[in-house]
Antibody, heavy 122, light 113 residues
Framework: EVQLVQSGAEVKKPGESLKISCKGS????????IGWVRQMPGKGLEWMGI????????RYSPSFQGQVTISADKSISTAYLQWSSLKASDTAMYYC???????????????WGQGTLVTVSS | DIVMTQSPDSLAMSLGERATINCKSS????????????LGWYQQRPGQPPKLLIY???TRESGVPDRFSGSGSETDFTLTISSLQAEDVAVYYC?????????FGQGTKVEIK
């Protein structure tokens, strides 16, 4: 069974750093792009970027380029989303997603993690 | 970026009624090389992550009830719920995966009247 299991909720202060994780299981982790999607409170879905764990090829949305870093450790089938200096506006639910078509950037998402709620408040 | 615009923003229908959600893209999502439209639909129930309903504009994901159907091509797409059930209360999103950055519509909230 394919699963994406994300790390738990975080409460941070502005200016702090953070790295959240998404562990894939039940499939060949290196062969499928993994993405991150933001959902701010009461709002819609925003595509942040994707990574191909096989070679760490990474693509970012221009809206998030330079604001976050996406990485992956294929040895433990885990993808990461990190911030070096959080802002209050980073408060949101963050979902990891798996591309359905192996090896393809142009794919819909067939599996979603349960979400990680990040709260940034002084 | 490709802009995805859904209509309406919300709708309230009675149980058993037909619900129709429209999605318009600012560019064609059809690849002539494979004749596929790179358009998906997702359902997000309250407090849950989104769930894939439809891909390639009209292919139903395994396990999705057949009252859900997708249609359309190039820039105009529709999600239809043929007979609305209580468990269909949710927000529905269209998504284009034709180009990066992938983009979503703003969402359509479906409620029971």
């Amino acid at each position: 069974e394919v699963q994406l299991v994300q790390s738990g909720a975080e409460v941070k202060k502005p200016g702090e750093s953070l790295k959240i994780s998404c562990k894939g299981s039940g499939y060949s982790f290196t062969n499928y792009w993994i993405g991150w999607v933001r959902q701010m409170p009461g709002k819609g879905l925003e595509w942040m970027g994707i990574i191909y764990p096989g070679d760490s090829d990474t693509r970012y949305s221009p809206s998030f380029q330079g604001q976050v870093t996406i990485s992956a450790d294929k040895s433990i089938s885990t993808a990461y989303l990190q911030w070096s200096s959080l802002k209050a506006s980073d408060t949101a639910m963050y979902y990891c997603v798996r591309h359905a078509v192996a090896g393809s950037v142009k794919s819909y998402f067939d599996y979603w993690g349960q979400g990680t709620l990040v709260t940034v408040s002084s | 970026d490709i802009v995805m615009t859904q209509s309406p923003d919300s709708l309230a229908m009675s149980l058993g009624e037909r619900a129709t959600i429209n999605c318009k893209s600012s560019q064609s999502l059809l690849y002539s090389s494979n004749n596929k439209n790179y358009l998906g639909w997702y359902q997000q129930r309250p407090g849950q992550p989104p769930k894939l309903l439809i891909y390639w504009a009209s292919t139903r994901e395994s396990g999705v009830p057949d009252r859900f159907s997708g249609s359309g091509s190039e820039t105009d797409f529709t999600l239809t719920i043929s007979s609305l059930q209580a468990e269909d209360v949710a927000v529905y999103y269209c998504q284009q995966y034709h180009s990066t950055p992938q983009t979503f519509g703003q969402g359509t909230k479906v409620e029971i009247k």
